[in-house]
């Protein structure tokens, strides 16, 4: 059953000079960073950062050096990014770029795309948002309605997107939207790359979350023009081009290491002291952590070989969802500490901040009822 | 991964054991002709080096050999002869052939008199001691741990068996023991428990994947309300749990076996055993809820596997005694960060 085996990842001591780089580079730039920024997780979000991170040659490692990356292996690529979770680096700025658009427009894109801006993604400077879901179409993305009609010179696009992480400080989009009628619901569809900041007809408004956080937009085109050279790939071939863009989206480390700041603030309250139940607990969640850091590095070991495990990221997606949302609820049963939200408590505000944010966790990226219903057509269900 | 011995072990299983094999197995009978057929296969020598036997395969490779056999429901020691025969090569003793199996030896005392050993105690819930030769464990003598080829005929077996009906006896040790059946462990391999939990652990993921397959059979086949009941989403949802689990189980396994005799092995080990063991409840409380009231007959399979899974939990350390061990050392760990410490733990992981 090839659904559920994974093969093993890389060896790990081979990235053990990048990883000791990558540590000593974090403990002086996030020297000040408070646990409680560092609860957002991949949701902080800094230029500064991602620029600096980029000058060590770290963000756009696995482009080519042509379009000015660094010709570096997903692998080596993962070392950086677990990392970066794992110290709750700030890294949204350049995270979407690095993980999805920017192989995107490296695999599909024009010469001139790629040179425009492959290299500006690697040098940290782009903030990339992702224009999917509508009002209404959340999971079933086939009822898009976002439309871009084929003009004298490129093309006008009506409709409006919603959830757009990031859309207030992106500089680009990647606009996924129907330009054909299509008798297959998979058809007609396409990928656009918008330059937020030199686009008119364009509202972008702030969709406040319930922690109370601006990250979402809602983004509304009403009559947009773009050049024809926006259009990225073929036309009515975006189904499958952001199809095969899930497998990076889906297996990363950032889908069980949302919540890991809590986790080590709950084992430095716990520390040597532990009582037998509390290590018990402890040992569950590392077993749990070790394995599915172990399924994570293989799917991307996968990747890096060409292969396309996008079967496997589902079940990591899955699982890692399950574990990053468990969190709180484990902090909880070992530890009598009550959540403050901004309290000065490190481990109170930490605890506040993700009991607020793990509803997210299985909505983001693939609800977890699409997730399995994926697995459930590997399994050959439907 | 390509491997001519899971070749080799996936057509010996398929073709010679079935559920009339399991259920007579089960009622006591150990399947003998199996076991020739296995042993002309050499697949039992499979972790031993080549110069001693074995087939020159990396060790990851020949475990694979156990969850396979767990993919089969095989009932015979075969994952505890290959690890008895491991231990005893590495121990520079003779490989006596035949079926083998492993016990946990800590609670045996050790005494020398001359050039030989005295061993006296009592070795709990031995696999298959009833149906094999000899009976390999370590036990420390003035603190170094010492590998004993135990004969079988030399001890006083009690028989129990597991949930599944499998062999599970007590065995009392009262032998003096000459240098051909004990020996020094020169280099540890991790213990007899966490060698167990490695083979239990691998056995788990091979049985959980037969369970999920057969659950997808039977799901696509029944047909209630007009349809298959793989067509309700409820049961699409359990069995998308059920690969989950049973994913993450042979991966964890996986862990372990890849780094089967080097430093990981102690923590990932742990987390196998515990993760495993986690799974085999979902998996199995689910396995269950879709085959209906059919799977929890006699008639049907799945109770073999499941039993399996179950009682493979309670060996070689529970969940709860292994994730102890793992949380101890994650909370006791010099690391400067939970972390670095995760990382550190890993396996090696496999050369491209």
């Not at chain 1, 408590?345 to 983001?364: G, I, K, M, N, Q």
């Not at chain 2, 005392?109 to 050993?117: D, S």
């Not at chain 2, 004993?148 to 065995?171: E, F, N």
Request: aromatic share 6%; charged share 20%; proline share 5%.
């Amino acid at each position: 059953m090839t659904l559920t085996a994974f093969p093993p990842p890389a060896p790990d001591t081979d990235y053990d000079i990048l990883r000791q780089e990558v540590r000593a580079f974090l403990a002086v730039e996030l020297a000040d960073f408070p646990p409680d920024m560092r609860a957002k997780s991949w949701n902080g979000f800094s230029r500064d950062f991602s620029r600096k991170l980029a000058q060590r040659g770290w963000v756009g490692m696995t482009f080519p050096r042509e379009y000015g990356g660094h010709a570096r292996s997903a692998l080596e690529r993962y070392v950086v990014s677990e990392e970066l979770l794992a110290a709750g680096a700030p890294v949204i700025s350049h995270w979407i770029a690095d993980r999805q658009s920017g192989p995107l427009i490296l695999a599909k894109g024009t010469e001139e795309q790629k040179r425009a801006i492959v290299p500006r993604i690697a040098a940290g400077e782009l903030c990339f948002c992702i224009g999917m879901s509508e009002p209404d179409s959340g999971s079933d993305l086939a009822a898009t309605r976002t439309v871009a009609t084929e003009v004298e010179g490129g093309f006008r696009v009506n409709g409006t997107k919603v959830w757009t992480t990031y859309a207030h400080v992106a500089d680009y989009m990647i606009l996924f939207c129907r330009t054909d009628k299509s008798d297959d619901r998979h058809g007609g569809m396409s990928q656009f790359l918008i330059d937020l900041k030199a686009t008119e007809n364009i509202q972008i408004s702030p969709i406040i979350d319930m922690a109370g956080e601006h990250h979402f937009n809602q983004v509304i085109f009403d009559d947009t023009f773009l050049p024809a050279d926006a259009l990225l790939g073929e036309k009515g071939e975006g189904w499958s081009q952001v199809m095969s863009e899930l497998a990076f989206e889906r297996s990363g480390p950032e889908r069980f290491l949302s919540s890991f700041t809590l986790i080590e603030e709950l084992i430095r309250l716990l520390g040597k002291d532990a009582t037998e139940a509390q290590q018990a607990e402890i040992g569950r969640l590392s077993a749990h952590l070790m394995v599915l850091r172990q399924m994570s590095r293989s799917v991307a070991r996968m990747l890096n070989e060409g292969k396309n495990p996008a079967l496997q990221a589902a079940i990591v997606k899955d699982l890692g969802a399950l574990f990053e949302q468990d969190v709180p609820r484990l902090a909880r049963s070992l530890v009598s500490r009550p959540a403050v939200p901004g309290g000065r408590d490190s481990y109170a505000a930490v605890l506040a901040y993700t009991e607020l944010a793990v509803p997210s966790f299985s909505l983001r990226g693939g609800t977890r009822e699409i997730l399995r219903g994926i697995i459930a057509r590997g399994l050959g269900l439907r | 991964m390509e491997s001519m011995i899971h070749d080799m072990a996936e057509r010996l299983f398929r073709d010679n054991i079935g559920h009339g094999l399991r259920e007579s197995a089960a009622a006591g009978n150990c399947p003998r002709a199996l076991w020739t057929r296995i042993e002309e296969a050499g697949l039992h020598m499979a972790l031993v080096p080549e110069e001693a036997g074995g087939f020159g395969v990396p060790a990851a490779e020949a475990l694979g050999l156990v969850r396979i056999a767990g993919a089969h429901g095989l009932p015979l020691p075969l994952a505890e002869t290959l690890i008895a025969n491991a231990v005893l090569a590495r121990a520079g003793l003779e490989l006596p052939g035949g079926r083998l199996t492993i016990a946990e030896g800590a609670s045996l005392q050790l005494e020398r008199r001359g050039a030989a050993i005295h061993a006296i105690g009592q070795l709990k819930v031995v696999p298959f001691a009833r149906w094999v030769d000899r009976i390999v464990t370590i036990a420390a003598l003035n603190g170094t741990d010492h590998v004993l080829s135990l004969p079988v005929k030399d001890l006083t077996v009690i028989p129990a068996q597991d949930l599944a009906g499998m062999p599970r006896d007590d065995a009392e040790v009262d032998l003096v023991l000459t240098a051909a059946d004990a020996a020094p462990l020169p280099m540890s391999l991790g213990g007899m428990r966490g060698l167990g939990a490695l083979i239990r652990s691998l056995a788990t993921a091979g049985a959980m994947e037969t369970i999920l397959s057969m659950t997808v059979e039977y799901a696509n086949d029944r047909v209630q309300f007009g349809r298959p009941i793989a067509k309700f989403q409820t049961i699409q949802h359990y069995l998308a749990s059920m690969a989950g689990e049973t994913a993450a189980s042979r991966a964890a396994a996986e862990m372990a076996a890849d780094s089967y005799d080097t430093p990981a092995f102690a923590l990932t080990v742990a987390a196998a055993k515990s993760r495993s063991g986690e799974a085999a409840e979902t998996v199995g409380a689910l396995a269950h809820q879709v085959h209906g009231a059919i799977g929890y007959t006699q008639e049907h399979a799945l109770h073999h596997f499941t039993k399996r899974i179950w009682s493979w939990r309670d060996e070689f350390g529970t969940e709860l005694d292994w994730t102890r061990e793992l949380g101890r050392a994650a909370l006791s760990s010099p690391h400067e960060t939970f972390w670095h410490f995760i990382t550190d733990s890993s396996a090696q992981g496999t050369p491209a």
